[in-house]
């Protein structure tokens, strides 16, 4: 019976991700190639797409099949069952109907998210994303209704989370973040890099970058969005977005950059040995953005990246030194914009939406309210008051797919690559002389051996804690960041 449940279940499996994969190009196509006339047939597709993977996720014989597996003395299969029957509980409590109005709802958010970005008017968008919260509510509802429906959604995302665990997180992460702030907030200014650089020479450099870190451009593709983005569509096909400026050639390297991480961890993931499994998947969304953040920060962020890049810039005539981009590139900036964030600021940009997140969910902020209340918080954090919607609560695309509960997913990404960071260091001795020489293989060599070939066997907090031993990631990261951009604007630390 084992061996037969087990042949069901990879043969179903393998059907579900060639579904998703198919699902994902349209997906990907409707952020970068699709016109706008177009936006009523791709809620016809997706809502199609979404009710026939919806409908394999639910079957009963593949429920049977995992109920079969549960016992399984083999690793693999038992840690199959396990993962699968999570999602397998979760999505047999959606009706069809349900999964069919989100699928519609989320196709209209995005249209309805850029014509009020077009419009720089939230309330465009207000009648879309009430419809996407108000089905998320019942979506939760029908979930657990035991449960606060933000918990139940951040399972989603980064399964075992709870606000119970990221708000005392959090508030920690915040009085060290405002602490390093402040104390730099009187000191000198570093200089920004004020030159232009044509787009078509900025795609080079950033294909150029990517690939030497790692990104298999054989196997994904590079192209323009209005919001960056990675998605795997399945085995050697992983590709990536990204926004580039013509005068702010880092903003848009560093969201290349983090796309890339994104995507060399899905390359990296164990299709060959796991496929079929459902286990060939990244562990959480927070050990995804460990991924990107790491390659974003850690390494993108550092002098020795910015020694091999001064060369590769001058070899497409951009003649900038690696003290200068590494002094503009570590800037302590509080800014409107959470892609373009320094690196201090950026979880004190999530930290808002986290805590606009808990109000929607809890009731205590209304939809049509949320622009005041974002404004209000990011004067209260950063200092900052927007004056443009696209400035403000319409700058992120998130909402408008109804993926509450992914922000919290940054932060705890940031936390997970500061202690990665930290590993990494010890492990491999002489690993900044190899950035600076521009060699990566050997860092994102440690990357898949103790990351990504793991897939989902294990929990995030389980591929951590074996690849990091048990350390105190907020205070990895802060001190990451006060060695950093401290000792960039010559500050210190309050012991």
């Given at each position: 019976?084992?061996d037969t ?22 997906q990907w196509?409707q ?30 014989s ?11 003395t083999d ?11 999570r ?9 069809a ?10 196709a ?10 077009d419009?720089?008017?939230f ?7 009430s ?44 009085d ?13 200014a570093?200089?920004?890099i ?5 787009l ?8 150029t970058?990517i690939?030497?870190l ?15 983005f990675?998605?795997?569509l ?11 400026y ?6 848009g390297l ?6 890339a ?9 164990p299709?060959?040995t ?10 959480s ?18 002098l020795p990246?910015f ?15 690696a ?10 900036e509080?800014?409107l ?15 808002l ?20 209340a ?6 209260k ?14 700058q ?29 260091e010890?492990?491999l001795?002489d ?6 020489q ?8 440690w ?12 929990s ?23 060695s ?7 500050v210190?630390?309050?012991?």
């Amino acid at each position: 019976m084992s061996d037969t449940a087990w042949n069901h279940l990879t043969t179903h499996i393998t059907e579900l991700q060639t579904l998703a994969g198919v699902h994902g190009l349209l997906q990907w196509d409707q952020q970068v190639n699709m016109p706008p006339a177009a936006a009523g047939l791709r809620a016809e597709q997706n809502a199609l797409m979404a009710g026939l993977v919806h409908k394999r996720l639910t079957a009963p014989s593949y429920g049977d099949a995992l109920t079969a597996l549960l016992p399984s003395t083999d690793p693999v299969r038992r840690a199959s069952a396990k993962h699968l029957k999570r999602d397998y509980d979760r999505n047999t409590k959606l009706s069809a109907d349900l999964v069919d109005r989100l699928a519609r709802a989320q196709a209209k958010g995005f249209q309805s998210w850029m014509a009020a970005r077009d419009a720089d008017d939230f309330k465009v968008f207000v009648p879309a994303l009430s419809e996407l919260v108000a089905l998320s509510q019942e979506k939760a509802e029908a979930i657990d209704s035991s449960r606060p429906a933000y918990d139940v959604l951040l399972d989603e995302f980064d399964y075992g989370t709870s606000t119970a665990t990221l708000v005392p997180m959090f508030a920690r992460l915040r009085d060290g973040l405002t602490e390093l702030v402040g104390a730099t907030r009187d000191a000198p200014a570093v200089p920004a890099i004020d030159l232009h650089v044509p787009l078509d020479v900025q795609k080079r450099i950033n294909e150029t970058v990517i690939s030497s870190l790692g990104y298999d451009l054989s196997a994904g593709r590079l192209d323009m969005a209005q919001h960056p983005f990675s998605i795997g569509l399945g085995r050697g096909d992983v590709r990536i977005t990204t926004h580039l400026y013509e005068n702010d050639l880092l903003n848009g390297l560093g969201g290349t950059v983090h796309e890339a991480g994104h995507a060399m961890y899905e390359q990296g993931l164990p299709h060959d040995t796991l496929s079929g499994t459902g286990l060939n998947v990244a562990a959480s969304y927070g050990l995804h953005e460990s991924q990107s953040r790491f390659w974003e920060n850690t390494i993108g962020g550092s002098l020795p990246f910015f020694h091999w890049l001064s060369a590769q810039l001058a070899n497409e005539g951009v003649k900038l030194t690696a003290d200068a981009l590494y002094r503009a590139a570590n800037r302590i900036e509080p800014g409107l914009i959470r892609i373009s964030a320094d690196e201090v600021t950026y979880n004190l940009h999530i930290l808002l939406r986290f805590e606009l997140e808990l109000a929607l969910f809890d009731g205590s902020l209304a939809v049509a309210d949320i622009p005041d209340a974002w404004n209000a918080g990011m004067h209260k954090l950063l200092g900052q008051t927007p004056n443009s919607g696209v400035d403000g609560a319409l700058q992120d695309v998130h909402w408008s797919s109804g993926a509450f509960g992914y922000f919290p997913s940054y932060t705890l990404g940031n936390l997970y690559a500061a202690s990665l960071g930290v590993a990494m260091e010890e492990a491999l001795p002489d690993m900044w002389e190899q950035v600076g020489q521009g060699e990566f293989s050997h860092i994102l060599s440690w990357l898949r051996t103790h990351v990504h070939h793991h897939g989902s066997q294990l929990s995030a907090p389980d591929i951590i804690r074996n690849a990091v031993g048990d350390r105190d990631p907020v205070e990895d990261l802060l001190s990451h960041l006060w060695s950093r951009h401290g000792a960039l604007y010559g500050v210190s630390r309050m012991e």
